[in-house]
Antibody, heavy 119, light 107 residues
Framework: QITLKESGPTLVKPTQTLTLTCTLS??????????VGWIRQPPGKALEWLAF???????RYSPSLKSRLTITKDTSENQVVLTMTNMDPVDTATYYC???????????WGQGTMVSVSS | DIQMTQSPYSLSASVGDRITITCRAS??????LNWYQQKPEKAPKLLIY???TLQSGVPSRFSGRGFGTDFTLTISDLQPEDFATYYC?????????FGQGTKLEIK
């Protein structure tokens, strides 16, 4: 059974850097074809795609947030890490990591982690 | 970026009804279109990928059609558990954008 679980702070201050970790179980980040993405959802709003990383370290970013985002993977820990700099209250959201199905959709999602940005 | 536009924004229907949600892409995405269902306080669930293929375990009352820029999600014989918010997403090219969602409510 494949599971993903997000972890990180629940509260950050404006201008701080957010670091979120997605830990995979039942699937290795070194397996050919494996990809993990990050998606967020502000309270009461729509899903927003943020970033994605493949097993071969190929990466994709949302252009509107690219300057603030970094996605990396730690194969020894089987984790994907997302950092977002210069956090603002508008970045308050539930952040999800999800496994990318081979045909492009996200078929397995973490439970999500709610991050609030406030001083 | 490819923009994804869903309609309607919200929809009221009754158990047993048949409903259709539309998703339009700002440029052609071939069949690289996915549909998700999300219930309150839960992570989205993949229903359909590549326009019309049902994810394992998804009931056959869900169906998807389309090509290029215009796509539909149809739910036949609505069940109580189908009342949720539905999102389309394109997986043609990065950034892999989502639609704004369609909230399906009980009439």
């Amino acid at each position: 059974q494949i599971t993903l679980k997000e972890s990180g702070p629940t509260l950050v201050k404006p201008t701080q850097t957010l670091t979120l970790t997605c830990t995979l179980s039942g699937l290795s980040l070194t397996t050919s074809g494996v990809g993990v993405g990050w998606i967020r959802q502000p309270p009461g709003k729509a899903l927003e795609w943020l970033a994605f990383i493949y097993w071969d370290d190929d990466k994709r970013y949302s252009p509107s947030l690219k300057s603030r985002l970094t996605i990396t993977k730690d194969t020894s820990e089987n984790q994907v890490v997302l950092t977002m700099t210069n956090m603002d209250p508008v970045d308050t959201a539930t952040y999800y990591c999800a496994h990318r199905h081979s045909f492009g959709g996200y078929d397995i999602w973490g439970q999500g982690t709610m991050v609030s940005v406030s001083s | 970026d490819i923009q994804m536009t869903q309609s309607p924004y919200s929809l009221s229907a009754s158990v047993g009804d048949r409903i259709t949600i539309t998703c339009r892409a700002s440029q052609s995405i071939s069949t690289y279109l996915n549909w998700y269902q999300q219930k309150p306080e839960k992570a989205p669930k993949l229903l359909i990928y590549t326009t019309s293929t049902l994810q394992s375990g998804v009931p056959s009352r869900f169906s998807g059609r389309g090509f290029g820029t215009d796509f539909t999600l149809t739910i036949s014989d609505l069940q109580p558990e189908d009342f949720a918010t539905y999102y389309c997403q394109q997986s043609h090219s990065s950034p892999y954008t989502f639609g704004q969602g369609t909230k399906l409510e009980i009439k």
